[in-house]
């Protein structure tokens, strides 16, 4: 069975970082296309970042755009998300997410799907 495990949530005060860590176990881990996604309360989940299969090809949802950094170890199969400058807005649920297609954007294209990891900004 698939699992994808997310780590590194919490709470922080506006204009502070975090580090999100998502490991998979896939064993064809460095095929896949991988994502970060978040949900507020009452608000549909939302695309944050991709990253492509070898790491090259990054994509970032402009609300993240020069805040938050995706990057990728496969030797380790895991997945990282470094959120720096956080806003207010920036709570959610943050989940990561395996696709076995290119770099997609959308959540209906990702196969795999991890619990999801808590994240609080306080202003």
């Known amino acids: 069975q698939v699992q994808l495990v997310e780590s590194g949530g919490g709470l922080v005060q506006a204009g502070g970082s975090l580090r999100l860590s998502c490991t998979a176990s896939?064993?064809?881990?460095?095929?896949?296309?991988m994502g970060w996604f978040r949900q507020a309360p009452g608000k549909e989940r939302e695309f944050v970042a991709a990253?492509?299969?070898?790491?090259?090809?990054?994509s970032y949802a402009d609300a993240v755009k020069g805040r938050f950094t995706i990057s990728r170890d496969n030797a380790k199969n895991s997945v990282y998300l470094q959120m720096n400058t956080l806003k207010p807005e920036d709570t959610a649920v943050y989940y990561c997410?395996?696709?076995?297609?290119?770099?997609?954007?959308?959540?209906?294209?990702?196969?795999?799907w991890g619990q999801g990891t808590q994240v609080t900004v306080s202003s």
């Open positions: 990253i492509s299969s070898g790491g090259r090809v990054k």
């Open positions: 896939l064993r064809t881990f460095s095929s896949f296309t």
């Open positions: 997410a395996a696709s076995p297609n290119g770099s997609r954007r959308s959540a209906s294209d990702y196969t795999y």
